[in-house]
C-alpha cells in the first residue's frame, strides 16, 4: 500500500516506535508521519518525519498535538513499560506486590494510552478506512495465563485490552469507517525485554525491525470486524 497517509506514532523513540517510525517510510512513501515522544529527539532524519515532544499526561498537550495534527489514518500507541530497570522488577509472588509499582504501570500501559486514544481517535479519516492501535502483549490475556507472576504488568494490559475494546465499540459507532485494535508485538529484543530473554528459543526472538514489519503487515490486512480485538504479530486472534 504506497498511498499517501497521515500516520502517528506515539513512543516513537523506544525501540518498536522507532522501527515503526521507519517501516511506515519505507512501506508509505511521501506519507507525512508524526513521531511523539517525551524528549525531543530527530533520530530519523527524514523531511517526512515531524517529531512532536509531548507530555502523555498533559491532556492540553495531547490535544493540541491531535489538533495540529489534524486527520489521521494510521496510529499506534507504542507507550508502554515492563520494569525501570532498578528496583521494580515484573513480580514473581503476591509477596513483591506494591502500590507503586502498580501505579506506574498502570500509568503507563493503561491511562496514557487510554487519554491518547480519547484525544486523537475524533480525528480518524472518515472518508476512508483508519486505523488506531495500541502495543498490548498476549500476558494481558487472562485465559491464556497459565504461568502466574508479573502481577502488575499483567494487570495494566489486560486493562489496556479492556479499554481498547470498549474504546472501539464508540469510535466504530461514531465513525464506520474507523478500527480500533490491540497488537502483541511478539517477544522484542530491547531493553525492555533484555532481562527475561535467557529461556527463551533465538528463533523466537523477533529484532524490532522485525516485529514493526509484521505489525504493520497485520494493520494493512485487519478487517472493520475485527475491531476492538487483540491481534498478533502473526495476525492471529488472541482471546482476552
Request: glycine share 8%.
Amino acid at each position: 500500500m504506497s498511498d499517501q497517509k497521515t500516520i502517528v506514532i506515539a513512543g516513537a523513540s523506544g525501540a518498536i516506535g522507532q522501527a515503526l517510525v521507519l517501516g511506515c517510510l519505507e512501506r508509505y512513501p511521501g506519507s507525512s508521519i508524526h513521531a511523539l515522544q517525551r524528549h525531543s529527539g530527530t533520530s530519523q532524519a527524514n523531511h517526512n518525519v515531524k517529531h512532536h515532544s509531548v507530555d502523555y499526561l498533559n491532556e492540553e498537550d495531547l490535544a493540541g498535538v491531535a489538533k495540529l495534527v489534524g486527520e489521521i489514518d494510521i496510529m499506534i500507541v507504542a507507550v508502554g513499560t515492563l520494569h525501570d530497570n532498578g528496583s521494580a522488577q515484573p513480580e514473581k509472588a503476591i509477596r513483591a506486590l506494591s502500590a507503586e509499582q502498580m501505579q506506574r504501570l498502570y500509568t503507563v500501559n493503561t491511562i496514557i494510552p487510554g487519554l491518547l486514544i480519547k484525544h486523537f481517535s475524533p480525528f480518524m479519516n472518515r472518508d476512508r478506512r483508519s486505523v488506531l492501535a495500541a502495543l498490548s502483549a498476549r500476558v494481558g490475556s487472562i485465559s491464556d495465563n497459565a504461568l502466574g507472576g508479573w502481577y502488575s504488568y499483567r494487570c495494566s494490559k489486560a486493562a489496556l485490552n479492556m479499554l481498547i475494546k470498549t474504546a472501539s465499540i464508540e469510535v466504530t459507532r461514531k465513525n464506520p469507517s474507523a478500527i480500533v485494535i490491540g497488537l502483541h508485538p511478539g517477544t522484542v529484543e530491547s531493553s525492555l525485554s533484555k532481562p527475561f530473554l535467557g529461556n527463551v528459543p533465538s528463533a523466537s526472538l523477533l529484532s524490532p525491525d522485525q516485529s514493526a514489519k509484521r505489525l504493520l503487515d497485520v494493520l494493512d490486512g485487519v478487517e472493520a470486524q475485527q475491531s476492538g480485538s487483540l491481534l498478533a504479530y502473526d495476525g492471529r486472534e488472541i482471546a482476552p
